[in-house]
C-alpha cells in the first residue's frame, strides 16, 4: 500500500558518488564503488530525484556540464554536492573542482537544479594563472525550454578571468545569462555563496536576448576581492550585479574591495543593478570598493533601464564612488520610479568627484528619503551631487546630512539657463561635525554646457542658494 503510494521517478532516483579512488567502471551506487572523473558524470542522463555526490575534501579537476536532458522536477529536483567518508571533518567539509579550461559547472537550459556545498576555482594553486571561464555558469538558449528552479548554495567560488573580447561571459564567479532564442530563468536562488578573486565579477546575471530571467534573489552572499582587469575592453570588478532581470531581490549580502584594476569607465559598483525591472536590495553592506578608471568604484548603483525598484537599509562607506547612485548613459532606457530610503553613507565619493547620493543622467519619478550621510571634514568629499541632462519629478526629502568643515553639502552639474534645481528638495536636515570649521562654500553650481559661457558659481551658506534657487525648505540647520 505504501509503496503503491511512491511515485516512479523516486522509486528509480539514484545517487552517484564520485571519489579520486573511484573507478569509472564502477556503477557509482555507493562510495565504495564511486566513479572516478568528472567526465563520466557527463556521460549520465540524470533523472528527477537524482544525486551527484563529491567526495568531501577532494579535488576534481575539469568541468561538469549539465543539459536539458537533466532536468528535475518541482518535487524531486536534481542535486549536485557534497558527500564525507568517515567522521565529519569541518576543515573537509566540501569537494573542491578545479576547472582545467573554461566554465567549471555549466547548466544550459535546466530546470529544478541544485548547486550546493561546493569549492569551485579557477586555480589549481594560488600562484596559477587563471583559468578563462566563469566558476558556475547558467545559460538559457533554446526557444523551447523552460529553465527555472534553480538553487544555488553554501558555494565558494574564486580565481576565473575572462575574455576581453566578450562582454562579462567569463571571468565571473558566477553568471546567469540568456542568449539565442532562450526564455530566461523563470526562478534563481542563490545564497550563502562565497565569491572572490574573480576578475570581471563575484556574481552577474545578464541577457544577451529579447527576453529577460525572473525571479533572481541573492541572500547572504558576500563577494570581494573581484578586482579588475588592466585590459578588460569593458569595465570589469564588480561585486553583485543584477542585469537582464523582471523580479528580483538582493538581500543580506555585503561587497568589498572590488574593482581596483578597472580602467574602465561605466563600472564597476559594489552591489548594483541595470536593465532590470522590480528588484530590491535591502539589508546589504557595501564598501571600500575601487576603480582606476574615471568613473563609478561606489556602493550601490540603480543603472540605465532600472524601474520599478528599492534600495532601502543599507550600509555604504569608503568607497571610491558614490555611495548610492541613480544613473544613466547615453543610449539606455530612463531611470524611473525608484526609491533610494533608510540608508546610510559614511565618506563616500573618494574620487572622480562623486558624492555619496549621486542624481545624473535622466532620472524621472524617483525619490532619495531618510537617509543619513555623513560626510568627514577631514576630507573635501560631496554630500550630493547631481549631474542632470534630462529628468524630471525627482525628490530628495527629509534626509540628514551631517557635515565636516572640509565638504561642500551639495555640488549641481547640468546642462540649464538657470540655477532652479530640477529636483525637489524639502525637509532635509544639517548637521555640522563637533569642532568642524564652516564649510569654504556650502553649493557649488557648475555648467556642463559650454553654450551657457558661465562660469561655476559658489553658495557660501546653505541660505543663499536656497533663496537663489526657490527652494526654502531644502535644508535645515541644525546643531
Request: hydrophobic share 35%.
Amino acid at each position: 500500500m505504501i509503496c503503491s503510494l511512491l511515485s516512479a521517478s523516486t522509486l528509480w532516483a539514484r545517487d552517484y558518488y564520485v571519489s579520486p579512488s573511484g573507478d569509472d567502471a564502477a556503477d557509482g551506487a555507493s562510495p565504495e564503488r564511486a566513479f572516478k572523473t568528472l567526465e563520466h558524470v557527463n556521460g549520465l542522463s540524470l533523472k528527477p530525484g537524482d544525486a551527484v555526490k563529491l567526495q568531501a575534501g577532494a579535488t576534481f579537476v575539469g568541468q561538469l556540464r549539465f543539459d536539458r536532458g537533466d532536468n528535475g522536477t518541482a518535487a524531486e529536483p536534481v542535486t549536485l554536492s557534497s558527500y564525507f567518508v568517515g567522521p565529519l571533518n569541518p576543515s573537509a567539509a566540501r569537494a573542491r573542482i578545479v576547472s582545467a579550461n573554461g566554465n567549471a559547472i555549466e547548466v544550459r537550459d535546466v530546470s529544478h537544479f541544485r548547486i550546493q556545498d561546493l569549492e569551485i576555482s579557477g586555480q589549481a594553486t594560488p600562484e596559477s594563472a587563471k583559468v578563462d571561464g566563469n566558476g558556475i555558469y547558467l545559460v538559457s538558449e533554446a526557444k523551447d525550454a523552460a529553465p527555472g528552479d534553480i538553487l544555488i548554495s553554501g558555494v565558494t567560488v574564486s580565481g576565473f578571468t575572462g575574455d576581453t573580447n566578450e562582454w562579462e561571459r567569463t571571468g565571473n564567479g558566477i553568471y546567469v545569462d540568456v542568449i539565442g532564442d532562450g526564455s530566461g530563468f523563470d526562478g534563481v536562488t542563490i545564497q550563502d555563496a562565497l565569491l572572490f578573486e574573480n576578475d570581471h565579477s563575484g556574481l552577474t546575471t545578464e541577457s544577451h536576448a529579447e527576453e529577460r530571467h525572473r525571479n533572481v534573489n541573492v541572500q547572504r552572499v558576500e563577494s570581494h576581492h573581484n578586482r579588475g582587469t588592466d585590459d578588460s575592453a569593458q569595465y570589469s570588478g564588480s561585486g553583485i550585479v543584477i542585469s537582464g532581470v523582471n523580479g528580483g531581490s538582493i538581500l543580506d549580502s555585503k561587497s568589498y574591495e572590488n574593482g581596483e584594476r578597472n580602467h574602465r569607465d561605466g563600472g564597476p559598483v559594489g552591489i548594483w543593478a541595470w536593465n532590470a525591472d522590480s528588484i530590491r536590495i535591502s539589508g546589504c553592506e557595501s564598501h571600500h570598493n575601487h576603480t582606476s578608471g574615471g568613473s563609478d568604484g561606489g556602493g550601490f548603483d540603480f543603472d540605465g533601464g532600472v524601474t520599478h525598484s528599492i534600495i532601502e537599509n543599507n550600509i555604504s562607506h569608503d568607497n571610491d564612488g558614490a555611495g548610492y547612485m541613480l544613473c544613466t548613459y547615453a543610449g539606455a532606457d530612463p531611470v524611473t520610479d525608484n526609491i533610494v530610503r533608510n540608508n546610510s553613507s559614511v565618506n563616500d565619493g573618494q574620487k572622480n568627484g562623486y558624492g555619496a547620493l549621486v542624481i545624473l543622467g535622466d532620472i524621472r519619478d524617483s525619490v532619495y528619503e531618510n537617509n543619513t550621510v555623513t560626510v568627514d571634514a577631514a576630507q573635501n568629499l560631496k554630500a550630493i551631487w547631481y549631474w542632470f541632462w534630462a529628468g524630471s519629478n525627482v525628490s530628495v526629502r527629509n534626509n540628514r546630512f551631517i557635515i565636516g568643515g572640509g565638504a561642500n553639502l551639495l555640488t549641481m552639474t547640468w546642462w540649464d539657463k538657470n540655477d532652479e534645481l530640477p529636483v525637489g528638495v524639502e525637509g532635509n536636515e544639517i548637521f555640522g561635525q563637533p569642532g568642524a570649521p564652516t564649510p569654504e562654500r556650502a553649493v557649488r553650481v557648475e555648467y556642463g554646457d559650454p553654450e551657457l559661457k558661465r562660469s561655476a558659481r559658489n553658495y557660501h551658506t546653505y541660505a543663499d542658494w536656497m533663496n537663489q534657487a526657490k527652494q526654502p525648505s531644502a535644508f535645515r540647520q541644525r546643531q
